[in-house]
């Protein structure tokens, strides 16, 4: 019995993927959804809390050591000027505080002193001063030793700061109570910091004032050692919903926080902008959103930190939440493979062997008619009434297309198919490179040999074709005893000289190989014209009739050249376009000037001999014939046949070099006109 493929597969997959999808999400979903809210409420208390403390911690640490040091001012212990003791103090200061980053002190005169911390490693020293170079910026660098710290060096650099000109300075300078404040732009530092600053009196007159500074570097170390939920993350908040810390083990005030990483990262901030970012959204207390970037939700919680406007902002995936139900899901998964394994085993089986397989062989049919290789397709049996149809009609298109693959080029098939050209009239004009052969003295073997020609000539066409194919050629037709071919379409080839050009060659090499030979027992000869430049390439003919083939004058001059070598005893002649094209890659001689059948314009034709890099041997004898050629052209016919000799016997025969004396010394004997110039008219079709 044959049952339609679209019924057994459709009823067998239905039933298996209806039955498993209902079961799983009516009870995953209620129980994912209840635990994913307690546990991120949970989560982000604990967060909450512990950022709060580690931020308290480090603001309370500024204050005492500004207190501190505000003290040993107040009390007179040291003056506020006194360079070596202030530097001592600010330095032990940095060192048993590692949570404080920067102390600085400005003076009404415009004097400054700093002390910055440099990460784990050392520290640096700064100041300001008239006294100093003319307020040059002193750098005193040093590094941490155990128990100690030592110097390393002192450099100096133009600055304009002057603390005047800043709000830290400007805010406490005239008043007389202290707080925080944001700083910006401190010496060789682009940061901002948050600095608690007030103004220093010694024995009731205004000395300057003083500030300790923390940056959020500090903070993002410390985020890093929190771990929200399985893969969350906990971030700082400025008032307008800012990322000023995020977590990075590495990060102090040599190495910054690496802002803008991650998709937490953005998570955090779209929460910030959504939440505090429109004044008349935010509100006091705890806030939470939901957002959710490629799929993927998070929950968010930004709450208070009671620091100016700071919140901590914990960022856990939904599905992190998860994690409390897995064992219940890992049941569930068990239950429904026990349900629905064995009707997904049988669907399976069955569609694999009544469907899948059959329809894997017609496919691979289907890609051997593609490629042409139609001989060994035959029908495949099966119990589906449309795969045994598809297979019979498959096993008959095959069985048409094998009559017709050797009349058509199935190269040419496959690459019109893969550039999509349609089978209608019509071409483009592009970039080519034409080549035309043709077998030496087929008219008269042709003559003698009548039907027995087909036998001879089978083995030159093998070796035409392969040599083309090798080299990415496209083979137009065979004429004959001739074969026409080109580059560059319908694949465009960026190379197409070069590759003709190595065709050429290979071609010349495989007949010779090859040891084809006529009916004398004299081996066949092959002459060979190339040609490059621009033609109409398409499929020429009629809605009856295509052909898909090139014309054009870069085609009729590579048939004349191929004509052309008989006057020169050559293989290989290109034109000029070749050349230029195939440049370095060739080893050529400039033959001569022709002018060919059916065109006015004169051409430089040059024999290909070698590519450059298949050179062997020694080529001398092309500078003394190109020599011998200059000689020709400027008339100096006696001075040209010795240089023709010289290539002729370097050559150990040379037909061209011959042909060449020849018409010198023809033209010795019978001296041209004045207005002569030396250009072969060639009328060889």
């Not at 929950?299 to 914990?314: D, E, H, K, M, Q």
């Not at 009544?354 to 017609?362: D, G, M, R, Y």
Request: overall charge negative; charged content about 25%; some cysteine.
């Amino acid at each position: 019995m044959r049952v339609s493929v679209g019924i057994a597969v459709s009823m067998l997959v239905a039933l298996s993927i209806g039955v498993s999808t209902f079961i799983v999400h009516s009870l995953w979903w209620t129980t994912a959804r209840d635990n994913s809210r307690m546990l991120a409420a949970e989560i982000n208390s604990q967060i909450a809390n512990t950022v709060r403390i580690e931020v308290g911690t480090t603001l309370r640490s500024a204050e005492a050591a500004w207190a501190a040091v505000r003290t040993i001012f107040v009390q007179n212990v040291i003056a506020t000027r006194q360079a070596d003791k202030r530097e001592f103090v600010f330095l032990s200061q940095l060192q048993a505080q590692p949570n404080i980053s920067w102390m600085f002190f400005g003076w009404p005169d415009g004097n400054f002193f700093a002390s910055h911390r440099l990460g784990d490693g050392g520290l640096e020293m700064m100041e300001i001063d008239k006294d100093i170079r003319d307020r040059m910026l002193r750098t005193d660098r040093y590094i941490f030793i155990p128990g100690d710290i030592q110097f390393e060096e002192r450099t100096f650099a133009e600055t304009s700061y002057d603390p005047r000109d800043h709000a830290w300075f400007r805010n406490f300078m005239w008043l007389d109570f202290q707080g925080w404040i944001e700083v910006r732009d401190l010496p060789r530092s682009d940061k901002t910091v948050y600095a608690f600053a007030g103004p220093v009196d010694v024995n009731r007159k205004r000395q300057g004032v003083l500030a300790v500074a923390i940056e959020t570097d500090r903070l993002s170390r410390f985020l890093a050692t929190l771990s929200p939920g399985e893969f969350g993350a906990a971030f700082i908040l400025d008032a307008d919903g800012k990322v000023i810390a995020v977590p990075d083990l590495e990060a102090d005030e040599v190495t910054p926080a690496r802002m803008g990483e991650g998709e937490l990262y953005e998570v955090a901030t779209m929460s910030g902008k959504k939440l505090l970012g429109d004044p008349n959204v935010n509100a006091s207390g705890s806030l939470t959103t939901r957002v959710e970037i490629d799929g993927v939700p998070y929950a968010v919680a930004l709450t208070p930190l009671g620091f100016y406007g700071w919140r901590v902002a914990t960022v856990i995936p939904e599905s992190a939440f998860l994690s409390g139900i897995d064992k219940a899901l890992i049941n569930l998964i068990y239950i429904l493979i026990c349900v629905v394994g064995v009707a997904i085993g049988s669907a399976i089986w069955i569609v694999r062997r009544v469907v899948a397989n059959p329809l894997s062989l017609i496919a691979e049919d289907l890609s051997k008619i593609e490629r042409f290789d139609v001989e060994r397709i035959s029908r495949r049996p099966s119990n589906l009434s449309e795969l045994s149809n598809l297979s019979a009609a498959t096993a008959s298109m095959a069985a048409g297309l094998s009559a017709f693959r050797k009349y058509v080029p199935t190269d040419l098939v496959r690459m019109l198919l893969a550039e999509g050209i349609k089978t209608q009239p019509g071409g483009d004009i592009k970039q080519i490179s034409v080549l035309f052969c043709d077998v030496t003295g087929f008219t008269g073997l042709s003559e003698k040999l009548g039907p027995q020609i087909v036998q001879l000539m089978e083995p030159f066409f093998s070796a035409a074709s392969a040599a083309i194919a090798r080299h990415d050629g496209t083979i137009d037709k065979f004429m004959g005893d001739a074969v026409m071919a080109f580059w560059g379409a319908p694949r465009k080839d960026s190379d197409h000289a070069k590759n003709a050009c190595r065709a050429a060659l290979d071609l010349v090499a495989a007949v010779d190989a090859a040891g084809i030979e006529d009916e004398a027992g004299n081996p066949l000869r092959v002459r060979i014209g190339l040609n490059s430049g621009e033609a109409l390439v398409g499929n020429i003919g009629s809605e009856q009739r295509l052909n898909y083939t090139a014309i054009g004058d870069v085609v009729n001059v590579a048939s004349r050249l191929e004509g052309a070598n008989k006057d020169y005893g050559t293989h290989i002649l290109i034109g000029p376009e070749t050349r230029r094209d195939a440049d370095d890659a060739i080893i050529v001689r400039e033959l001569d000037t022709l002018t060919v059948f059916g065109r006015t314009q004169e051409l430089v034709v040059y024999e290909l001999i070698a590519m450059a890099d298949g050179i062997e041997g020694s080529h001398s004898w092309i500078e003394a014939y190109e020599q011998g050629l200059s000689l020709y052209r400027a008339g100096q016919f006696e001075q040209a046949i010795a240089s023709f000799e010289v290539a002729d016997q370097a050559r150990k025969g040379d037909p061209a070099s011959i042909a060449m004396k020849t018409r010198a010394r023809a033209l010795l004997r019978n001296p041209p006109p004045e207005n002569w110039r030396a250009v072969t008219n060639t009328d060889k079709k």
